[in-house]
């Protein structure tokens, strides 16, 4: 909370509806409802990629909260571990155990992020492939994951700053 990220960034939801007979799938881009088309024989293929963009969605917003939970729990415990002890060394590992975590969110965020292009299940089928980049936008995973890399960033900036300042004082 300190650092204002406990709330989401966006909810992972569409509302569903059948659309009117003879009208082909759409997402609303005001408010990202969908208008399920009634043909069967393109329906399947509407929802596959439909489920798809918003599978991407739900794993960035598990991933969101996992960061965030994350640098919030650094953040706590390096402020008290800088308030109440004088072992360097232990601070030194501590800063270092850090940094490798963020390093391993980063990466799960990242190559996690190159989801975000649509699979190869969609090329051959346009409108489906148009209906998972539509999900994908409503949700905004791109600027979402911007934020998290900033995030991460700054963490890592201010990392470096103690990991630097306790090297000083060390040697």
């Known amino acids: 909370e300190q650092l204002g990220l406990c709330s989401p960034l966006a909810e992972e939801r569409l ?5 009117p007979a003879g009208v082909i799938t759409a997402v609303d881009p005001q408010d990202g409802s969908v208008k399920l088309t009634r043909d069967l024989l393109a329906r399947a293929n509407h929802q596959l990629g439909i489920s798809l963009g918003l599978a991407v969605a739900v794993r960035l917003d598990a991933l969101e909260r996992k960061i965030e939970a994350k640098l919030e729990e650094n953040w706590r ?3 008290k571990e ?8 232990a601070v030194s590992h501590r800063i270092f ?3 490798t975590g963020l390093h391993d969110l980063r990466y799960e965020l990242n190559s996690e992020a190159g989801l ?3 699979p190869d299940l969609l090329w051959e089928h346009a409108l489906a492939e148009r209906l998972y ?3 994908v936008a409503h949700h905004d995973t791109k600027r979402r ?4 890399n900033d995030r991460l960033s ?5 990392l470096h700053t103690l990991s630097e300042h306790v090297r000083h004082q060390y040697s």
């Open 116 to 118: 975000v292009d649509a």
């Open 82 to 89: 800088a308030k109440r002890t004088l072992n360097l060394s």
């Open 154 to 158: 700054y963490s890592f900036d201010y």
């Open 77 to 79: 415990d390096i402020t």
């Open 15 to 19: 509302e569903v509806t059948d659309a």
């Open 145 to 148: 994951t911007a934020v998290l």
């Open 133 to 135: 980049e539509q999900v």
């Open 97 to 99: 155990g850090m940094e």
